[in-house]
């Protein structure tokens, strides 16, 4: 067990659920693993949109928020994958297609990919 994660043991203690706090990805996952939410801010490239914050807890995405894009668009898209299991979304939105071979839901299911929730 690493510092880090001692140092955690008494919030866990608690049922303190949410750190925000930029972690390697070894120990990000080890404390989803226990219940504990995630968020995470992606600059997205190739889209209107210039980034995505979003959460994950559990593997389920509890917040999701565009920053620009086409506002009824992103809105809606953030609505939606809230409650959804990661791979479920990921496995809905990778791949659509709006300009440079990319959208803003192709983003987002690049950077769930990418954090490996």
């Known amino acids: 067990m690493t510092d880090f994660e001692e140092s955690c043991k008494p919030l866990l203690?608690?049922?303190v659920f949410f750190?925000?706090?930029?972690?390697?990805?070894?120990?990000?996952?080890?404390?989803?693993?226990r219940g504990i939410a995630?968020?995470?801010?992606?600059?997205?490239?190739g889209t209107c949109s210039?980034?995505?914050?979003?959460e994950v807890t559990?593997?389920?995405?509890?917040?999701?928020?565009?920053?620009g894009g086409c506002a009824g668009n992103t809105q809606a898209v953030g609505r939606l994958v809230i409650g959804r299991p990661v791979e479920e979304v990921?496995?809905?939105?990778?791949?659509?297609?709006?300009?440079?071979?990319?959208s803003c839901p192709d983003q987002l299911a690049q950077a769930l990919e990418k954090e490996k929730f």
């Not at 995630?38 to 490239?45: C, D, E, P, S």
């Not at 559990?58 to 920053?67: E, N």
């Not at 990921?90 to 990319?102: E, M, V």
């Open 58 to 67: 559990d593997g389920v995405v509890t917040h999701c928020v565009f920053d």
């Open 90 to 102: 990921i496995r809905l939105l990778k791949g659509i297609q709006c300009r440079n071979g990319t």
């Open 50 to 54: 210039r980034s995505i914050e979003f």
């Open 19 to 33: 750190i925000f706090i930029p972690l390697p990805y070894r120990i990000k996952y080890a404390l989803i693993k």
């Open 38 to 45: 995630m968020r995470t801010h992606y600059k997205t490239r």
């Open 13 to 15: 203690q608690k049922n």
